[in-house]
């Protein structure tokens, strides 16, 4: 294991709501096991993750009355923190919402925190889903074919030239309010379902995008994490494959390889150098089996939940990456473990019960001989666990008495009627052709 420099604390941030973020325990544990101090900022001190034997204190975040003043209530936070710590410590964001919010006060926090050098223009510019295509157009990268409606009629519109399903994202998630039953991506199978999701466009926070979904199918999805140190340095960087997605098809990585993919690493290459980024990066991809491209699905600036299935066997992941470089230690070199597993137990069981039939794909092993990293169960920390378990079962419960009332409750038969293309489609094809 390298050498890390035990007298700077971590602090994890996580600004959104969602007990089940596996990604934060394992950046608890990957730290904490380096005899790192760990701090958290999470939704509740009763949140699993919370109850890992690795952190030491959490706070609860802030509260306030409006997205756009979340940031300012963060640092606020952080600087009150600060005096308890006594000494610099290593800011960690586990999503995007963190990940802007620091950057956008990072000129404020620097003197007690450690941050890489990213601002919130070039970080936004990625987050954002809008922007992030339009960074990809100018860039002549691989994207699916987006548009952004300005009215339901439009929406309608570009959704028959796209072709229906289609994948439905708001630029903006981390803006979404809670329980709104918003979700940040969804695939939308018909044309009163787009306008009806437009029509929801001012409480949602952002602007809708509209996507062409490309076919799923086994062995399509990659991802690629990585850290890029303070002199452009791409360390730690890998591929895996999704073997199991929840949503299926459309979702986070409940079963994950590493795998080796020399087209996705150089795309990543050529799209990490073109932004100037800095610190940790996770980047989804598809490939297209028609034309052979992988395309960039989703652009993260913070570690992915699943970053843990790239611990290599010296046990450097891109969290251990960013605290060596940001403490001025060397950064090893990144060692594969070619066939490394990582199962998410809770949305793994959910993807069998709705696909039982899809097998896993072997591939070559590495050092180390590859292995199996769960999320939730580790025999040195129970706990979290246990409180997932319980609160896992809470959640189920909740959504099968929902389900039950709607499936108890007389509704009307609707009138199926035929589906014919809205005036504008013509124009909107011919628009996206010209391209």
Avoid at 16 to 31: K, Y
Avoid at 321 to 328: E, F, I, K, N, S
Avoid at 359 to 371: A, C, V
Wanted: net charge positive.
């Amino acid at each position: 294991m390298p050498s890390f420099d035990t007298r700077v604390p971590a602090v994890l941030v996580r600004l959104d709501r969602n007990p089940f973020h596996h990604g934060t325990l394992g950046a608890a544990r990957s730290l904490g096991r380096a005899g790192v101090p760990v701090h958290a900022v999470l939704e509740s001190p009763t949140s699993p993750a919370a109850r890992s034997r690795y952190v030491r204190t959490v706070r609860t975040r802030p509260e306030p009355l409006s997205p756009s003043a979340l940031p300012a209530a963060l640092a606020d936070l952080l600087l009150r923190l600060s005096a308890d710590l006594e000494t610099p410590a290593l800011l960690v964001p586990l999503d995007d919402l963190g990940a802007l919010a620091l950057a956008e006060h990072r000129a404020e926090l620097t003197d007690r925190y450690l941050l890489p050098d990213q601002s919130a223009d070039r970080l936004a510019r990625v987050a954002d889903k809008a922007e992030l295509a339009e960074t990809c157009r100018a860039l002549s990268l691989p994207h699916p074919p987006t548009e952004l409606p300005e009215s339901a009629d439009e929406a309608s519109a570009m959704a028959w030239a796209l072709g229906l399903p289609v994948v439905a994202k708001w630029s903006r998630p981390w803006l979404l309010p809670p329980g709104s039953g918003l979700r940040s991506t969804s695939i939308v199978r018909s044309l009163p379902e787009v306008r009806a999701l437009y029509a929801r466009t001012s409480e949602a926070g952002s602007r809708l995008l509209l996507q062409r979904l490309l076919p799923q199918g086994r062995d399509l999805d990659w991802f690629v994490h990585g850290y890029v140190d303070s002199t452009g340095r791409c360390v730690a960087r890998a591929t895996g494959r999704k073997e199991r997605s929840w949503p299926d098809g459309a979702g986070l990585t409940a079963v994950g390889r590493w795998a080796a993919n020399p087209e996705v690493e150089r795309t990543a290459g050529e799209l990490l150098a073109a932004l100037g980024h800095r610190g940790v990066f996770d980047l989804d991809f598809r490939l297209d089996r028609g034309t052979g491209a992988y395309h960039l699905l989703d652009f993260n600036p913070r570690p992915g939940a699943q970053f843990r299935l790239f611990a290599d066997p010296d046990g450097l992941d891109v969290v251990r990456a960013m605290h060596l470089d940001l403490t001025g230690r060397p950064v090893p070199a990144h060692s594969p473990a070619y066939g490394r597993r990582f199962v998410v137990e809770n949305y793994a069981a959910l993807s069998v019960l709705t696909s039982p039939g899809r097998r896993r794909t072997e591939g070559p092993r590495g050092r180390g001989g590859g292995g199996t990293e769960t999320a939730w169960f580790a025999a040195d920390d129970l706990a979290p666990a246990l409180a997932m378990a319980g609160a896992w079962l809470l959640h189920v419960l909740r959504k099968g008495v929902v389900t039950l009332r709607r499936l108890l409750l007389p509704g009307r038969p609707q009138k199926v009627t035929a589906v014919s293309p809205p005036p504008a489609a013509r124009a909107v094809s011919d628009r996206m052709t010209r391209r």
